[in-house]
Nanobody
């Protein structure tokens, strides 16, 4: 069983930065892909960025060049450095760990960007 806990959300002005962290308990091995998702009010949950065990990353077009995802396999942690934040980045951000069709989710952390 995998449990995920996010931290680091908050309120920031447009153009500012935040760093989100995700701590995983349980065994996260090389089969797991980890990712950050977000869900804004009235919108569907969407993937923001993902990272494989190898460190290979992928980003949605909306955050490419502004956000950086990283993963520490030894510590079972994942981070999302968010720079140049925009009001449209306001959402609840969720940590995700996936192995095949099985998904584990954190409880989410609120990020609010004021204009």
């Amino acid at each position: 069983q995998v449990q995920l806990v996010e931290s680091g959300g908050g309120l920031v002005q447009a153009g500012g930065s935040l760093r989100l962290s995700c701590a995983a308990s349980g065994r996260i091995d090389s089969r797991y892909v980890m990712a950050w998702y977000r869900q804004a009010p009235g919108k569907e949950r969407e993937v923001v960025a993902g990272v494989k065990w190898s460190g290979s990353t992928d980003y949605s077009d909306s955050v490419k060049g502004r956000f950086t995802i990283s993963r520490d396999n030894a510590k079972n942690t994942m981070s999302l450095q968010m720079n140049g934040l925009l009001p449209e980045d306001t959402a609840i951000y969720y940590c995700n760990a996936a192995i095949g069709p099985i998904n584990y989710w954190g409880q989410g952390t609120q990020v609010t960007v004021s204009s």
